[in-house]
């Protein structure tokens, strides 16, 4: 199982956490379930701060009531491949289902830049693509990937 912190440790070498959203939807935060949880969000975040000597814009809050996001905002990324999409459409003709297909989800990543060319090689196999939307998802992640 990976730790809180290990996920924390993550997040706070690759996200910007120093950038200022132009709306509070757009925040980014950090939600503890215990003090625990939040003793460790708080140092490493101030760790960070330390280190890049900047302002770290993230929230550190409660965890409370989740909510997921409405389906429009769900895969962004794999959105603007309305072929790819469209085929992970079909194959997931449910919202829920598509939210909730790892398939879809590494998709998107990858499409995002998350994961490089080699793993998605080892990967692909199992996203249930048609020959047409494995080649471009491979070409697109070599081309722009890592």
């Known amino acids: ?6 996920i924390l440790e993550v997040y706070w070498s690759t996200h910007n956490h120093c950038a200022v959203p132009s709306k509070r939807q757009y ?11 939040k003793k460790t ?3 490493l975040g101030e760790r960070t701060q330390a ?3 900047q302002r770290v814009t993230t929230y550190i809050l409660p965890l409370g009531e989740f ?9 962004h990324v794999l959105r603007q491949r309305s072929d790819l999409f469209g085929e992970l459409r ?14 879809a989800t590494r998709i998107n990543g990858f499409l995002g830049g998350y994961g490089t060319y080699a793993q998605l090689e080892q990967e692909i196999d199992g ?9 471009t998802l491979l070409t697109l992640v070599k081309r722009f990937g890592k």
């Open 27 to 37: 925040m980014s935060a950090i939600f503890y379930a215990d003090e625990a949880q």
């Open 51 to 53: 280190a890049r000597m």
């Open 90 to 103: 079909s194959l997931y003709p449910k919202d829920k289902d598509l939210i909730n297909s790892t398939a």
């Open 127 to 135: 996203f249930g693509l048609s020959d047409k939307g494995r080649a």
């Open 41 to 43: 969000a708080v140092e």
């Open 1 to 6: 199982m990976t730790s809180f912190g290990k």
């Open 67 to 75: 909510h997921l996001a409405e389906f429009y905002h769900q895969k």
